[in-house]
C-alpha cells in the first residue's frame, strides 16, 4: 500500500507564510510527478505547484512568483512554500503523486488535504 500524508496547513494573517508537506510512504519503487492542488469552497479543484522527478516545476499563474515547491528524494516528500498569502489562497490543499510500486503498478495517489485558511 501507498499512503500521502499532507501537513503544515493552518491559519495565518495575508501577508503571512506557510510550509506544506507532502509525504510518501509504503510499497514505493519511484515516483514521478509530485502536484499540489487545491480547492476552495464552491469552486473547482486547481493545480497549484509540480515538480517532476527530474526537478522541473510549474507553478498556477496566481502563485508565481509566491509560492515555491520542492521535493526531498530521499525522504519522498514535496514541499509547498507559500508567501505572501492572499485571501484567495483559502482553500484545503491536496498533494497528488504519480508512483510507480514495489509491486510493479503505476497509479496516481492523492493525499486528504490540509485547510488552509488567509484571513484578512
Known amino acids: 500500500q501507498v499512503q500521502l500524508v499532507e501537513s503544515g496547513g493552518g491559519l495565518v494573517q495575508a501577508g503571512g507564510s506557510l510550509r506544506l508537506s507532502c509525504s510518501a510512504s509504503g510499497s514505493i519503487f519511484s515516483i514521478n510527478n509530485m502536484v499540489w492542488y487545491r480547492q476552495a469552497p464552491g469552486k473547482q479543484r486547481e493545480l497549484v505547484a509540480g515538480?517532476?522527478?527530474?526537478?522541473?516545476?510549474d507553478y498556477a499563474t496566481s502563485v508565481k512568483g509566491r509560492f515555491t515547491i520542492s521535493r526531498d528524494y530521499g525522504k519522498n516528500t514535496a514541499y509547498l512554500q507559500m508567501n505572501r498569502l492572499k485571501p484567495e489562497d483559502t482553500a484545503v490543499y491536496y498533494c497528488n503523486a504519480l508512483i510507480y510500486t514495489q509491486r510493479g503498478t503505476f497509479s496516481d495517489y492523492w493525499g486528504q488535504g490540509t485547510q488552509v485558511t488567509v484571513s484578512s
Open positions: 515538480i517532476t522527478s527530474g526537478g522541473s516545476t
